[in-house]
């Protein structure tokens, strides 16, 4: 294989990439289409009996190095740990995808103070943390890229999801902010903002149910109101998102910084 076929079929070749969140749902799909792009990957999560089991599977279908990892986002001491492990069994970082989030769902002025600080310290915090650890190895390298996963909810305000919002939003901020910080550093950061992940483990588990009892309707019945808010009609699938971050993770996107990319079916435009 040539070099420009390696480039357009392996945009990703001997890369390595860093995913938080991903056990299981979207974080292990991106590390499944980034291994598959070439990249060697880093699974991190906080469950680790997860990540040895992703880990375990993308080894033995690619020729890709799997490294899996526990960590906690939140604390900073196992974050840095987890940035030095990579550096001493890679030698680089190239990519960081900060994936993991967590949802309390509620009215704001009902929800427990101690959810909203725990939605903030993950999906706030910890994309904060994972950055900032991140970026030395990348300046050093003078190349790099973050993506954040963001949401819909990073775009308008949902009622009963005022955590979860904020928490997107304010994400978004923070993008916008280390793009400008490390443009010069030949860094690149950028956030996606999924659509509605109606068959991911939060949904399928957790916010459907919630939802229906909260409105007291069915489970389809929710299904169908979030279906019916994309005016392509349908779900959102990890297929979807993978493939917007594979190209802005590549030097396709070489000119993208400070971007926060929707991938909603048109329901944010």
Known sequence: MTADANQVNLPLLDQVALITGAGRGLGEALAWRLAEAGAHVVIADIHLDAVQQVAGAIAQATDRRALPVRVDVTDEALVQAMIARIVAEFGRLDLLIANAGIVRSGQAIELASADFRAVIDVN???????????????????????????????????????????????????????????????????????????????????????????????????????????????????????DVVLFLASDQAAYMT?????VSGGEVM
């Open 124 to 242: 706030l915090t910890g994309y904060f943390l994972c950055a900032k650890h991140a970026v030395p190895v990348m300046k050093a390298q003078l190349a790099g890229c973050i993506l954040q996963i963001n949401s819909v909810s990073g775009r308008r305000g949902s009622a009963g999801n005022g955590a979860y919002v904020a928490s997107k939003m304010a994400g978004i901020g923070l993008t916008q902010s280390l793009a400008l910080e490390l443009a010069a550093d030949g860094i690149r950061v950028n956030s996606v903002c999924p659509g509605h992940l109606l068959d991911s483990p939060l949904w399928t588990e957790t916010l459907f149910q919630q939802y229906a009892d909260r409105d007291g309707v069915t489970v389809a019945e929710v299904r169908r109101r979030y279906e019916q808010r994309s005016p392509l009609g349908r779900a959102c699938t990890y297929a979807d998102v993978a």
């Open 258 to 262: 400070g971007q926060a990319v929707d």
